[in-house]
């Protein structure tokens, strides 16, 4: 198998944020890709040409596939050449990584798995998941790992909102059970990487991908710590930030009202559960990072006790700007914490709209609606909004209001700037 051979059959277990838009790449490139999915509606809608989550160009490149016969949905894998699994590695409520998925997916594979095989492992796994999971699962179809079939982790660092163009353009790490494990997988996605691909063995390339998301962890319970440092004693932590920054070897990141999504407050428990006692660090950024939304909440208080009371509008449910991805979201909980004390609120996003809560249907209507406007996410259209804001009293966790005009009977407070001071 090379990166010409394209008469080989990849199937893709996982057609979610990772695995659809792989898949469709694998596709788009003549390559003859089933794409596997428990979910009866991603597979209905995906042989229709359609998709089930939002990401910028991935509607267009899984309908060329699809129109192309190159990429057919199904409900459980058929014989192919390689297998992706891209299917979630959650964290259970004890902070122990939820390998269910991966299992299986792998035990989904077992019936159909040939000799001169690859399996190819791109969900975030904990160290020791290639050796110690899936090769003595696929081996009880009577094969044997690195010399019938062959095994390796490629994690994926795509940033959701530019899926596409980092899935081309990211160095991407290989790690095999063996050298020609390693070698078959970087001949796959020779395809269409045009990063450099980098070959190392499996539990090394399965420690990199968390270590990467445990350094973005860690650095934003530092910059969290100091926004409530500087909320104390009245400075605004993005003046510090952006000065210090200027120092030719300091790179702080931004604060906020706490981390979210299916990767940054996930991956570093993976690293605890195989050494709580040297991960201290690790451990208190992740306590840092969860009870960031407590603190905003406590300030968000804090501040209707001193202005009196009124209805709360809160703009931004998903994790990060300009993405339909909930998971893990911090803004739930601040919601949540206010509806269950009965404040009269009211929520906008323009991505997402989950049932159960009690959702503007425009921007407009979220800014008339409520005497205190709270900015948790940072999605472009509040960012760039020049709203009438006269009256109101805005609550913002993140800056993203920094470039929008104000009216000058109108208060604000930042998250970081001394958050009990406002503006006025
Ligand atoms: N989303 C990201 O930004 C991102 C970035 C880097 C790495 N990752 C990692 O990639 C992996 C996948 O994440 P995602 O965001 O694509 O998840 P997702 O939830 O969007 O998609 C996973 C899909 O797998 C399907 N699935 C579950 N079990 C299956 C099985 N046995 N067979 C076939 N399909 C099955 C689910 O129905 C779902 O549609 C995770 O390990 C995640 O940590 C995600």
Not at 121 to 127: A, F, G, I, Q, R
Not at 235 to 253: C, F, G, Y
Not at 287 to 305: A, L, M, R, T
Request: hydrophobic share 40%; glycine share 8%.
């Amino acid at each position: 198998m090379s990166s010409k051979d394209i008469n080989i059959k990849i199937c893709v277990l996982g057609l979610g944020y990772i695995g659809l838009p792989t898949a469709s790449m694998f596709a788009t490139h003549g390559y003859d890709v089933l794409g596997v999915d428990v979910r009866r509606d991603v597979v209905e809608k995906l042989n229709k040409g359609e998709i089930h989550i939002y990401e910028p160009g991935l509607s267009t490149l899984v309908e060329a596939a699809v129109k192309s016969g190159n990429l057919k949905a199904v409900s459980s894998p058929e014989p192919s050449d390689a297998y992706i699994i891209a299917v979630p590695t959650p964290v259970t409520k004890e902070h122990k990584a939820d390998m269910s998925y991966v299992e299986n997916a792998t035990k989904s594979i077992i019936p159909f798995l040939r000799k001169g095989n690859i399996v190819i492992l791109e969900s975030t796994s904990p160290p020791r998941t290639c050796l110690d999971l899936i090769c003595p699962l696929l081996e009880g179809s009577g094969l044997k790992a690195g010399e019938d079939f062959f095994v390796a982790h490629s994690p994926e660092r795509l940033m959701p909102g530019k899926i596409l163009k980092e899935l081309i353009g990211n160095d991407r790490i290989i790690g095999g059970i063996n050298a020609v494990s390693s070698e078959k997988a970087r001949d796959l996605y020779l395809a269409f990487a045009q990063g450099e691909i980098i070959l190392t063995d499996s539990t090394t390339a399965e420690m990199t991908k968390l270590v990467e998301n445990t350094f973005r962890d860690v650095n934003i319970a530092l910059v969290n710590e100091l926004a409530r440092i500087c909320d104390k004693i009245n400075v605004s932590v993005w003046d510090v930030i952006k000065m210090a920054n200027r120092h030719p070897r300091v790179h702080l990141h931004n604060p906020g009202p706490g981390v979210g999504g299916h990767c940054i407050a996930v991956d570093p428990w993976f690293i605890v559960e195989i050494a709580r006692e040297e991960s201290r660090l690790i451990q208190l950024a992740r306590e840092i990072n969860d009870s960031q939304p407590d603190y905003f909440i406590s300030n968000i208080e804090k501040i209707i006790e001193k202005h009196g009371p009124g209805a709360i509008t809160f703009f931004g449910l998903t994790y990060k700007p300009d993405v339909d991805d909930i998971r893990e979201s911090p803004s739930f909980p601040i919601v949540r914490h206010f509806m269950n004390k009965g404040y009269d609120i009211k929520i906008y996003d323009p991505y997402v709209s989950p049932s159960g809560f009690p959702m503007a249907l425009s921007f407009r209507e979220a800014v008339e609606y409520a005497r205190y406007l709270v900015f948790i996410v940072g999605h472009r259209e509040f960012a760039l909004g020049n709203f009438s804001n006269a009256g109101k009293i805005i609550i913002d966790a993140g800056n993203i209001l920094v470039n929008c005009k104000v009216s000058s009977d109108c208060l604000r407070y930042t998250l970081g700037s001394g958050i009990t001071h406002s503006n006025a």
